[in-house]
T-cell receptor, first 117, second 112 residues
Framework: AQSVTQLDSHVSVSEGTPVLLRCNYS??????LFWYVQHPNKGLQLLLK??????LVKGINGFEAEFKKSETSFHLTKPSAHMSDAAEYFC???????????????FGKGTKLSVIP | DVKVTQSSRYLVKRTGEKVFLECVQD?????MFWYRQDPGLGLRLIYF???????EKGDIPEGYSVSREKKERFSLILESASTNQTSMYLC???????????FGNGTRLTVT
């Protein structure tokens, strides 16, 4: 079994300030973890992924996330927000290895990021 | 780059109509998925397919069926559309195991 909790449904930051979007997970298996971004009326775009290599993962558009097994967290950060970062962000967990349920991905409810000029 | 193409961005249908949503991917991915996305409910899995002619029910399959006759194409069928099926529908594909999902741009379906 697996689950994902995005701790904030809405985050608001000023342009140029750091972004922190929080994600906690639980999984019976070793997990793969992903962050996606969705702009209005668009599909989801992959920002970054963790699949058991380096725990600090760098993604597109200056985002990065750190896998912390002891805290079961995979928080998304960016040093300086841009207006174009305003969107909804989803944290996703899936089993790392094959086996029952390996096709199943569990999505968080999403965090809407607003960027204030 | 992986491309997942959904045939329609916006669709308006009447109650009781049979509706086909088409999805094509160009990267030879084994797995394909249909989700619906509703405000406050997040993404919910309708059906997925892990091979040609193979399908598995997701969390909310009622009122839907799917078809996968070719590896690159995965169709979602609403046998008799109802107003509660008004939603954003997202198709996705992936390789096996720990690879990420690749999404299409979505189809916003309105059933009146």
């Amino acid at each position: 079994a697996q689950s994902v909790t995005q701790l904030d449904s809405h985050v608001s930051v000023s342009e140029g300030t750091p972004v922190l979007l929080r994600c906690n997970y639980s999984s019976s298996y070793s997990p793969s973890l992903f962050w996606y971004v969705q702009h209005p009326n668009k599909g989801l775009q992959l920002l970054l992924k963790y699949t058991s290599a380096a725990t600090l993962v760098k993604g597109i558009n200056g985002f990065e996330a750190e896998f912390k097994k002891s805290e079961t967290s995979f928080h998304l950060t960016k040093p300086s927000a841009h207006m174009s970062d305003a969107a909804e962000y989803f944290c996703v967990v899936s089993p790392l290895y094959s086996g029952a349920g390996s096709y199943q991905l569990t999505f968080g409810k999403g965090t809407k990021l607003s960027v204030i000029p | 780059d992986v491309k997942v193409t959904q045939s329609s961005r916006y669709l308006v249908k009447r109650t009781g109509e049979k509706v086909f949503l088409e999805c094509v991917q160009d990267m030879d991915h084994e797995n394909m998925f249909w989700y619906r996305q509703d405000p406050g409910l997040g993404l919910r899995l309708i059906y997925f397919s892990y091979d040609v002619k193979m399908k598995e029910k997701g969390d909310i399959p009622e009122g839907y069926s799917v078809s996968r006759e070719k590896k690159e194409r995965f169709s979602l069928i609403l046998e008799s559309a109802s107003t509660n099926q008004t939603s954003m529908y997202l198709c996705a594909s992936k390789r096996r195991y720990n690879s990420p999902l690749h999404f299409g741009n979505g189809t916003r379906l309105t059933v009146t």
